[in-house]
């Protein structure tokens, strides 16, 4: 995690051990990374660290868009059913991933020092050659828990399945959310 506070004065460190001042930032932003963050702790520390009426950005890209057609994710699911379906459950899929990440997102409006929450969401469209989806989908958590024959295998079908059956170019569907909440005054 890492926070700005001007040229030259940069802190990295995990965001729920460090110290700092309070009121000391007028933005705090993550992308794609605060669901790794203790909610609590989180909120709390956003709360602490943030000026009066600073914002806070937290976004999230989705590889995947539930609401869009998305023919490679059609043409790989009889795969995954039938060698890992435990990556095709309902429980593991996009549309829980996104329920779970609003609900995160959620807990600021619910916090006392923070206002409404605005949800913006942009759909875009990704372009794949073969490697590059066999390097996204290696980078999976679920994916990176199966064993490493499995997870090898699959790759191999991600990229199989690119070239045979999409002619070594992928285009699929996405999403990336931006949730925005400002700091109330104290």
Known sequence: FCLSRGLGDVYKRQFE???MPETIFDLIASGTAFHWVDINVGVERCARYLRDDGWLALWWTFW??????DPFHDALQ???EVKAPQLVAEDAGIRAYMRDVAARAAEF???PAFGEVQEDALPWEGQH???ALRAMFATFAGWIALPESLRTELLDDVERVAQEDFGGMV???YRTVLYTTRR???
Do not use: K, Y
Not at 64 to 69: F, I, S
């Open 171 to 173: 285009r699929r569907p």
């Open 129 to 131: 050659d073969p490697p």
């Open 109 to 111: 409006e619910h916090a």
């Open 64 to 69: 995947g868009d539930p609401d869009r057609r």
């Open 17 to 19: 051990a460090f110290e």
């Open 78 to 80: 009889p795969i995954l």
């Open 184 to 186: 109330r005054p104290r």
